[in-house]
């Protein structure tokens, strides 16, 4: 599959400074961005710029390649034809599809270049984008140009296809957000989830089987495989066990798409130990149970929040040119641009702002909106469990009766009273999970960051700094963070301690 892709050949050399390398014709003039010599050539010696050079390419494709956009304009007015195809009919489009030039990609497109040109393979400029991850030239020529980005190559493959064999997680988001076909299967029989299972890239199968749907884990390619049997099948262990895990997941789930409230009871059977001293009120735990964590809606609108309403949501991702945002921020299942902070949940099958972590107990997510409940509810639960156990422990003290010499108090209450024991065992563990919880969750408050980011800081850019190394932007000293969360129950994300590398990249 890889070798028959683009082959660009000796691109290493055109970055080289014009004033270093020998030009001495229109290729290498336009290669190396040297508008002074090119017209020298063309307005003086005669040269053509309507040939190709021994290799079969073209100057329009070479000065595309490493986006001088004047020498393309100036090509085209002088005799370059903008859909001229080389050996393999590649147009000089394809090739700045490769390194993402959109500037060039707009000079040509204006001046008549055909979007869907395709090479012998059946490569358009939307695959040779998917197979190079340039994600925002692929946005550029969708949104502008009606660029079809659906479109089959010769075996079969769709952009979608080739972002998820080379892994590029972005470029699959962007194509699941706009909706590309993800139950394609080539002429091998394979969907896109076949391709990332394959190659054993864990990032694209997540976005893939979250934004799926439980068909694309269960399609047989011809050989008679599905992902999970792929993946295992080429030793990547990590891969097959995520998407056997998603494939029993996606059983589970058709099996009580009905018992949703019955489900939910099941999960909270541990938190009834909890519950049982008055002090742990039911109420409170019921009430960040089922609060909303932060839903994003669909609309683009905060469910009932508008003071938070986030300026992302109502960026037309058509109108690419104001965007050059996170392309991880796209949510390909909510059809969103989400906040920074946000996660999709695929349990509750929505982005939650703040997102924390999917407590099972309280079968809900933990995000902005009800972190202060939950945080609440474990405190409840580490004094209810201390209070029960101490309790216990006075009450067998002095029920203790006057033990004959032979006996040891401790034998006398396991025997005695069995069931006390068993409570106060059970009691121990959940104060011991409840106070590590209690604690973590505290620290994380005081240096303002979700569970979530500490658990993924590396993959997240605005987690570093300039030097590369881990700093949060949002710690805003220990006291105002807790203040603020005290306070209102969240930390305001638009006062940032200060700008994230992103922003200050851009
Ligand atoms: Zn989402």
Known sequence: MASSEIEVVSDSQAQKNPNEVTVFDVFSASAYGDFEKLRKFVEEDGFSLSKPDGNGYYPLQWASLNNFTDIVQYIIEH???????????????????????????????????????????????????AQYGQTAFLNHIIAKYNADFDVPD???????????????????????F????????????????????????IEACTVLVHAGTKQELM??????????????????????FFLSNAQQGAQQALGRQNLRWEDREYRLC?????????????????????????????????????????PLLNIDLNNSSIWTGNWSQLCPTC?????????????????????????????????????????IFICLGTLSSFLAAAVTIQRIWTALPALPSEETWIHHVVVQHPGVVTFLVLDTIILIAATTLTTAQASQI???ITTNELANAIRYGYLRGPDGQFRNPYNHGCRKNCADFLIQGYTNDDEIAWPPLQQVAS
């Open 219 to 240: 399609v047989k390619d011809n050989a008679g495989f599905n992902p999970v049997q792929l993946a295992s099948d080429k030793g990547h262990r990590h891969v097959a």
């Open 446 to 448: 005081a240096r303002n």
């Open 79 to 129: 005799g370059g034809d903008v859909n001229a195809g080389d050996n393999s009919q590649q147009t000089a489009l394809h090739w700045a599809a490769v390194r993402g030039q959109i500037a060039v990609a707009d000079v040509l497109l204006q001046n008549g270049a055909r979007v869907e040109a395709a090479d012998v393979n059946g490569y358009r400029a939307v695959h040779v984008a």
């Open 154 to 176: 010769n075996d079969g493959r769709s952009p979608l296809h080739w972002a998820a064999y080379k892994g590029f997680a972005d470029t699959i988001r962007l194509l699941l």
């Open 335 to 375: 059809k969103i641009i989400r906040p920074v902070r946000s996660k999709h949940c695929p349990a509750c099958k929505h982005c939650v702002e703040q997102f924390d972590h999917h407590c099972p107990w309280i079968s809900n997510c933990v995000g902005k909106r009800n972190k202060w409940d939950f945080f």
């Open 270 to 310: 541990p938190d009834i130990i909890l519950c049982y001293s008055p002090c742990n009120s039911p109420l409170h735990q019921l009430s960040s149970c089922s609060k909303d964590p932060g839903y994003i809606k669909r609309s683009g609108v905060f469910s009932n929040h508008t003071d938070s309403e986030d």
């Open 178 to 201: 706009r909706d590309a076909c993800q139950g394609r299967q080539d002429k091998e029989g394979c969907t896109p989830l076949h391709w990332a299972a394959l190659r054993g890239n």
